[in-house]
């Protein structure tokens, strides 16, 4: 049996390190083996400078590794009900919304941001800098380049990644309306803007 102990609230595996001192957590996360939060940011230049806030109802399987941020945003966040798989690396900087899924070996770049509802397939690397729309879906092996628009709901894949289809697969499953994703691209659109 895998040795899991609560603290703070959480299940956390007595392999994972956690950098207490940068680290702001929320209730009933699931921290597997081996999983590291708040280390120092991986940039060539930038110091680490911030926190790392994580939400409620988050699980973090074995090798995750999640970074402290920069200057660019002193947060790194992660929020609520996000399912991480194996070994997956969250830079500095990045925001993730809720409901999101990392397949296993998922590679975010720094400063990426992550709309809620989204689903990233395994080994998919997304270029430092990115937005990823509400509902989407990022094929696996995928690679997310800089100038890729990422539209709310719907399907990119391939070296380097295209749009193809419509989720309606995720789209279905979230009961998400016409109306709901209209609201999704505009406020994809406020989101970018503001990461200019």
Not at 61 to 79: A, D, F, M, V
Not at 113 to 127: D, F, N, R
Not at 130 to 152: A, D, E, R
Not at 159 to 173: D, E, I
Request: charged share 20%; glycine share 8%.
């Amino acid at each position: 049996m895998l040795k899991y102990q609560k603290k703070n609230g959480n299940l956390i595996h007595k392999s994972a390190l956690i950098n207490w001192k940068n680290v702001e957590i929320g209730k009933n996360n699931i921290i597997g083996p081996y999983v590291v939060i708040g280390n120092i940011a991986q940039h060539p230049r930038l110091k680490s400078n911030g926190k790392i806030i994580i939400g409620n109802n988050n699980t973090f399987n074995e090798y995750t590794n999640i970074h402290l941020p920069t200057k660019i945003r002193k947060k790194t966040i992660i929020g609520n009900n996000n399912y991480f798989m194996d070994s997956v690396t969250i830079d500095h900087d990045c925001i993730i919304e809720d409901d999101v899924i990392l397949s296993s070996k998922v590679v975010l770049g720094g400063n990426v941001y992550i709309m809620k509802g989204s689903q990233l397939g395994i080994k998919a690397s997304i270029h430092q800098n990115q937005i990823i729309g509400s509902y989407c879906m990022i094929g696996m092996h995928s690679f997310v380049t800089k100038k890729l628009n990422l539209l709310p709901g719907y399907i990119y894949y391939g070296k380097p990644a295209k749009k193809k289809n419509k989720n309606l697969v995720g789209l279905k499953r979230n009961n998400i309306t016409s109306k709901i994703l209209k609201s999704e691209k505009s406020r994809y659109k406020k989101i970018k803007l503001r990461t200019k």
